[in-house]
């Protein structure tokens, strides 16, 4: 059939259009990775391989920074739109590998569409001109202010209220951080400083890391601080960031890390990052912190005598042991947290026993007549209820600390010492530098124990009870009160 020339145009124009509106993208909405915990968080099509982030801190800790960050990552499939969580800030400009790119938000996602598709297995960089607000409600991570100047709290979630990022442990890269600041101010950042440079009134600092890290274990800290240095086991560079007015104060404790080092060493092997230290900020957050190379302390832990010395040379063991069990091994999802937090207070307690004559027996039956209570309030170890709407941070509850060092003191009892500190050394060194979940963990232990352990596990880290404890049929955990019908 011939069409007459208007006719025919006419045509063309409406295939055209039926053909943009069938390839139309969808609104732009949040995405997630599927975490059961954390529904939204992470991103989908892409793995990060590098941050560079810089910062920009006039003085102030209630201004925002200016910042700009580059994501160099490489796509998983073909990306029309690229989504990056990010909450608290104003982004200024967007370019994916060069080239201007729009973006708009969706819930906490900063949602890119490049001028160009991104096609699966290519490379990309992402650049993102935008600010980073320190000011916010209390409790909900990120940026501390602290009383000369800022630290980062980031974990569970709160990366992405400072910095553009695929929020999730189970996308570990390598991270940069540009510091500039006023030259009467240190900053420092996680791994080893390459750059400081004057300009001016101000002063940059640069610092890389050597090793992969989640975003929710960066730290960057902007102070009047003094930056101190000892040899730790075999050379190895232990650095110190404290308020300069409490250098001495803090001196006593500062000198312990080398040893703590030692003792960690002795157990599950060499220390697995190119430095360590204690971030000793002066500022109120309820916790510490095992933020990756630069672990973050509250000052007063140290200074005001509130708990006795044993139970404080604990609690900075529990932060080391993170660098080995959350840091250089990190959760795949937020329910393998139980894996962190119980092998930190379980070296947290070996400690306490070993050194302060504490005995670790004692700590694991208390926790026993507990924990029936804590799996009905939280859920088991490794099926923990997702946290309280509004607390985040609600999700680090009893359960997942001694709640969980418990399951690994049964284990222990279960196939033995010997067989116990061979896992724990295989562990940290067969999953070094990337992530692991509870299966891995589970199928390790029946592996190094020549036998299936699989109804072990099923009953220690998912019942609602716990189990009888091995070796010990005595214990008795407390029921919890049953629940009133409404």
Known sequence: MLLTSRRLRAALLATASAT????ALPPPAP???GDSLFPHLGNPGYDVLAYDIAFTYRGSNTQPLDAVTRIDARAAQR????NLDFSHGTVRTVEVNGRPAEF??????LVVEPAAVVEQDSRMRITVTHTSDPTGPAGEGGWVRTADGLAMANQADAAHRVFPCNDHPADKAYFTFRITAPKELTAVANGVRKVKVWTGTNTTWAYQTKHPMATE???VSIGRSAVLQREGPGGLVVRDVVPAADREKLEPWLKKTPGHLEWME??????PFETYGLLIADAVTGFELETQTLSLFERSLFTDGEYPEWYVDSVMVHELAHQWFGNSVSPRTWSDLWLNEGHATWYEATYA???AHKPLETRMREAYLLSDQWRADAGPPAAPKPPTPGQKISLFRPVVYDGSALVLYALRQTIGKDAFAELERAWVREHRDGTATTADFTALASRIAGRDL??????WLYADRTPLMPGHPDWRSAAPPARQAR
Not at 266 to 271: E, H, I, L, M, Q
């Open 104 to 109: 708009t938000t969706a819930g906490e996602d």
């Open 31 to 33: 995405l997630g990775i």
């Open 353 to 355: 026993e070993e050194m």
């Open 217 to 219: 274990l960066a730290q």
């Open 266 to 271: 002795k157990r599950v092997g060499r220390y």
């Open 79 to 82: 990306l029309e739109r690229i």
């Open 20 to 23: 943009l509106v069938a390839a």
């Open 454 to 459: 699989s109804a072990f596990f099923a009953e």
